[in-house]
């Protein structure tokens, strides 16, 4: 994904500003200037400094300034955009769902479904998710005794 | 002794040899980092013994580096940045039927470099740590500013871009409880962000789903259905070294020292290296065909500053580069908290880890040897058919850090948002030594302000640490003073 540089400045300085403006309800020691909120207020102030200067920047190199978004890869492979999303969304369901269906499943529900994306064969697909499904368990749940989610699999441990 | 009885251990001589295989096969695939290696191992790491979990970093860093050499002589595609220097001559000698030589060559400097970096970290960290045990908490303020803004100056062309990524990374190491209130910031009331921001799977997102991601998208991912078959003369290897040993040499304090300054890594030291070795050649009509002298500096160099880096990281907990920042976060959590004192209150250990790194870059050698009759096999692997296993990998290891799914939902927010970053030229080094440094630097400069009443002239008034200010303050108003010269004279 491609951003015009003046598009992130602008992104920076609203983003900074905004949490600046958060920081300042942040309470102060007794009799001091500083409190909890004076280091990230140091910090948000240089990253505005920052984002102003990446706008300047922007628009002295052309006189619109760079404020385009692109997105390339989607354009030319549509089909490995899709298999980029493929992934998030897996890792996403690792987090909203891990506990319930339980990493086991989930492992070898994900690597066939990428496998059969990627385009293998459905035996070569299943066979090698099994095997990647035990190592990967058994080297987390068995070796270094991770407690993996068990799941929908608990009933059968 | 204990140093060598905790080495010699058998859980930590397996565990060197595994992380040198997982090195190997991840640094010989294109596109895989030394880094991204080392970010999916800590999170197995993390249940092994302090000194075995070192030495697997280590190993694993310095196979994963030299490996970046083999897919760079036998495709032209070098396997990690680190590679890409020298990667021309590689080829070229590959294809004049000389690739045994080149990769032979490629191991033993590797191996050189590693050794040479190690014995300057061995006799120049105590000495520089007996003189930081008289900072008092105002020269580690200072100290740690010059180096994230080293940082911001060493790792990109681009310092603007580069000061924008290590704001980022301090800002994420101020989320959860103040240091010295303890009052929660930006913690949306989520009990998982009270104690911050889980620094192992924010490091597995940025350099492991990032590259997931991109090489997902990428378009070069196809195999080699039959790659050169190595034939290893060792008499020629060894020839070529003595013949080019200024170069080894040159190349391996070249490379030390680069990779003493933080955020300049093993990619900066090999091209520097092979700069030097190019402006000093003897034959430099044969550069790009051919020439030995690049790639014996080269791969000297970038093992070399692996080992350089661990001098600021274990002296003053200032990563040299985004692998020590990885390792500092592994020694925190096994209770080897780096900085001077760790000379004193964890002698053995610490010997323990400099024996490690021997063996790490001893090992190298063998183990690269062996491993260069296979490479044929790992190159065979198209390089997107790893990624499934290395997202559950990615995933499984961001949850057993601290046994929690909200350490995937880190992991995947700072991989989109490293990749997002990296894709629009934001150099990722600086983000995490932020993330690292962060936590540090407000510490340091909150115990400064309460020692001083909150005056700000009081950072400066101790000797050292009045000079480490005026430098940082110097180096921040640079760019400032250059610019208004610039525009002055038009």
């Known amino acids: 994904m491609r951003i015009g540089d003046g598009f992130f400045g602008l992104f920076f300085a609203i983003f900074a500003a905004g949490v600046l403006l958060h920081v300042r309800s942040f309470p102060t020691l007794p009799g001091q200037f500083y409190g909890p909120g004076f280091f990230p207020a140091v910090v948000l102030v240089a990253l505005l400094f920052c984002g102003a200067a990446l706008i300047v920047r922007s628009v002295q190199q052309s006189s619109e300034g760079n404020f385009n978004v692109s997105a390339p890869a989607w354009r030319v492979s549509p089909r490995k955009s899709v298999g980029a999303a493929m992934l998030l969304v897996f890792g996403l369901l690792f987090y909203l769902a891990g506990d319930w269906i339980g990493f086991v499943p989930l492992t070898f529900g994900c690597l066939l479904i990428l496998y059969l994306w990627l385009g293998r064969g459905i035996v070569w697909s299943f066979g090698l998710s099994v095997a990647l499904t035990f190592f990967i368990g058994g080297l987390f749940r068995g070796i270094l005794r991770v407690p993996l989610p068990e799941g929908l699999l608990s009933a059968l441990w | 002794m204990a140093a060598v009885a905790l080495v010699s251990d058998p859980a930590t001589l397996i565990s060197l040899v595994l992380a040198c295989l997982f090195g190997f096969i991840l640094g010989a695939l294109p596109g895989l980092t030394a880094t991204m290696a080392v970010a999916l191992l800590v999170p197995i790491t993390f249940f092994l013994s302090p000194i075995a979990a070192i030495a697997s970093i280590v190993a694993a860093a310095a196979t994963a580096i030299f490996a970046g050499d083999v897919p760079g002589a036998l495709l032209r595609m070098p396997g990690t ?58 020269e580690f303020l200072w100290l740690a500013c010059l180096g994230l803004t080293c940082s911001v100056f060493v790792s990109t062309e681009d310092p603007l871009k580069g000061a924008i990524s290590l704001l980022l990374g301090v800002l994420i190491a101020t989320v959860g ?245 990296e894709e629009n030229k934001f150099p990722l080094a600086p983000m995490v030594l932020g993330i690292v440094l962060g936590k540090l630097v407000e510490q340091h400069l909150m115990q400064s302000l309460i020692s001083t009443q909150g005056s700000i002239v009081g950072l400066f008034e101790r000797p050292m640490a009045g000079i480490l200010g005026a430098i940082t303050l110097a180096v921040w108003l640079f760019p400032f003073v250059r610019w208004v010269w610039n525009r002055a004279r038009g």
């Open chain 2, 81 to 138: 940045p680190a590679s890409a220097a020298y990667v021309d001559d590689a080829y070229a000698l590959t294809q004049q039927g000389k690739v045994g030589l080149v990769l032979g060559l490629n191991a033993l400097c590797s191996t050189i470099g590693g050794v040479i970096g190690t014995i300057v970290l061995v006799l120049f960290a105590p000495v520089l740590a007996n003189f930081a045990l008289q900072f008092s908490t105002f």
């Open chain 2, 177 to 421: 409880m103040d240091y010295t209130t303890g009052y929660a910031r930006f913690t949306f009331e989520n009990p998982n962000l009270y104690e911050g921001i889980s620094f192992i799977p924010a490091l597995i997102g940025m350099f492991a789903l990032g590259e997931i991601i991109r090489t997902v998208l990428g378009s070069n991912n196809q195999a080699v259905d039959q790659a050169t078959r190595a034939r290893i003369g060792f008499g020629a290897i060894l020839r070529a070294c003595r013949d080019h040993w200024r170069h080894v040499f040159r190349g391996s304090t070249l490379g030390t020292a680069i990779g003493i300054l933080p955020g300049a890594g093993a990619d900066i030291a090999s091209w520097i290296s092979s700069g030097v070795a190019r402006r000093l050649s003897r034959q430099p009509d044969t550069w790009g065909k051919g020439n030995l002298e690049g790639i014996v500096a080269g791969s000297s160099a970038n093992n070399s500053a692996l080992s350089g880096a661990w001098v600021p990281a274990l002296v003053f907990a200032i990563p040299g580069d985004t692998i020590t920042a990885i390792a500092i976060g592994v020694l925190y959590l096994k209770g080897m908290n780096p900085g001077p004192t760790i000379f004193i209150q964890n002698a053995d250990l610490l010997y323990a880890v400099f024996l490690c790194f021997f063996l790490a870059n001893l090992l190298l050698l063998p183990i690269g040897l062996i491993a260069i009759r296979f490479s044929g096999l790992i190159l065979s692997i198209r390089r997107e058919f790893l990624m499934p296993p290395l997202l559950v990998l990615a995933v499984v290891g961001s949850f057993a850090i601290d046994n929690t799914v909200f350490g995937i939902l880190v992991m995947l927010a700072l991989g989109v948002l490293a990749y997002i970053l």
